[in-house]
């Protein structure tokens, strides 16, 4: 193996990686197009990611773990809302804060600042997805405490759902800061809740 190694040639090195590059294209092309495969694509990018460690790859990873989980919810959502009231998300990473215009335009592109802790990439892509998808037509007449609290519900309830692992970190970080923010939060959490259980809160909030 290691003489092989030593014979190839920078040709030989630059053909491999051209045929790598164009394969892993083709499985992300592929991926994108059918979405049942949207678990396996992130398993996919997350078995490569924890066998090479390589910086892109685990950006790639995290970024197909947050587009599952969140186009799941889509899924399920999109028999419940208005038609056009919610759409899928492409995740798409940056190295500065996220301001509040990137929540508010129309493009279903979620322009994320990467953070050390992978759990917490997940944890913020999957609130900020809620924060920017919901009330597409209404934002300027819904307060943004509603908006807020129900990114929040569906953020937790999600996790709950598809991350269960990552609850308690979602209930002690994201949450609670907000609550800190504004008190006012744990009221129309609560009332979220209690409608929920009883199967009403999509028919509730989005009427």
Known sequence: ????????????????????????????????????????????????????????????AIASDIENVVNEVVAELQTELPCGWITKASIDWIDKDIKEEDLKDGEMILRIRPMESQDENLINGIYYFFAKALFPETKEVIPMIIRKSTALHLSRRSITDKKPFLANKFEKGLLESSIKNDSNIVYFIDKFNEIDNKGFFHGFVFA
Not at 5 to 19: M, P, R, S, Y
Not at 35 to 41: E, W
């Open 1 to 60: 193996m290691i003489e092989f190694i030593k014979n190839l040639t920078i040709k030989d090195i630059l053909a491999f990686v051209g045929a790598a590059t164009i394969l892993l294209s083709f499985f992300e092309l592929l991926f994108r197009i059918i979405p049942q495969f949207g678990n396996l694509r992130a398993k996919f990018w997350g078995f490569l990611a924890r066998k090479w460690r390589h910086k892109k790859l685990e950006k790639m």
